[in-house]
């Protein structure tokens, strides 16, 4: 027989991270938009962003966005073995961590812990905030006109800020989300205060003289002319914007 324990945190120890898939009109276009879901596990506050894809770029974003909203960083994440963050899985809870992946845990000072597979039930918290946000959440935005991804993230925020202020705690009879957020808080990591850039390997692209150049290993791909290619130096991929960078003639 099976027997499962019901999982306990303390303030500040754990979040857990997770996408979703929703439908929404964006500039008046129906698009299928990725939502990512972090949520401390002890106070249960939580954030959404909305992305057009699952990316790397996004995952970092996601996790900046997400660490500032809610105030600090916790000293674990809980995943399942996304493919942002998880190049093999091997047996039991042996993973080859993306090196990108890596480099962002180590940046912000936090463990990763992959639940095994065919587990969901190991980061349930932001499971059910995913099934929680669709009716939350989700229902109320089909209501609303956005016209941009970035419109459609300040809606999110406030909607989250909101229902940390409405929404009783499960555990602490008497006090809100908002409330243990605030106690959490004190517990967390604080955020970096010094920006850093880490260089990858893989990430540099080398152009060559064609009529049009176009990037491989990213998705969406893009694409530019000849002339900016035979001159291009650099190539900086973010979550929103590419910039193709070429020196002064």
């Known amino acids: 027989m099976r027997a499962f324990v019901p999982l306990t945190f303390a303030l500040g120890e754990a979040f857990q991270f997770d996408w979703s898939e ?17 949520k401390l596990c002890a106070s249960r506050a939580f954030w959404l962003v909305a992305y057009p894809s699952q990316g790397h770029e996004m995952l970092f974003d ?49 463990d ?17 905030n995913v099934q929680d946000s ?10 609303c006109l956005f016209h941009t991804f970035d419109e459609l993230n300040v809606w999110l925020g406030q909607r989250c800020l909101t229902l940390w202020s409405e929404l009783p705690h499960p555990q602490y009879k008497g006090l809100t989300v908002a409330d243990v957020l605030e106690l959490e808080r004190v517990e967390m990591m604080p ?8 260089e990858i390997k893989g990430n540099e692209v080398l152009l060559s003289n064609e009529k049009a150049k176009r990037v491989l290993g990213f998705k969406p791909a893009y694409s530019w002319t ?22 002064c003639q």
Not at 27 to 32: A, K, P, Y
Not at 112 to 128: L, T
Not at 231 to 242: E, H, I, L, T
Request: aromatic letters at 8%.
């Open 191 to 198: 955020m970096p205060n010094i920006e850093r850039r880490k």
């Open 62 to 110: 996601a996790h900046t966005r997400s660490f500032g909203a809610l105030g600090g960083v916790p000293r674990r994440g809980i995943y399942d073995s996304m493919k942002t963050a998880v190049d093999k899985v091997s047996k039991g809870k042996g993973r080859t961590v993306n090196a990108r992946f890596a480099v962002m845990c180590s940046h912000y000072l936090f």
């Open 22 to 38: 929703e439908g929404l009109l964006i500039g008046g276009l129906f698009r299928r938009i990725q939502v990512s879901h972090m």
């Open 134 to 143: 669709r009716r939350r959440i989700w229902l109320d935005a089909q209501d």
């Open 226 to 247: 000849a002339e900016v290619a035979v001159r291009s130096d650099g190539f900086a991929p973010a979550s929103w914007k590419v910039a193709v960078l070429a020196p």
């Open 112 to 128: 990763p812990d992959f639940c095994n597979v065919a587990s969901g039930w190991e980061k349930g918290i932001v499971e059910k």
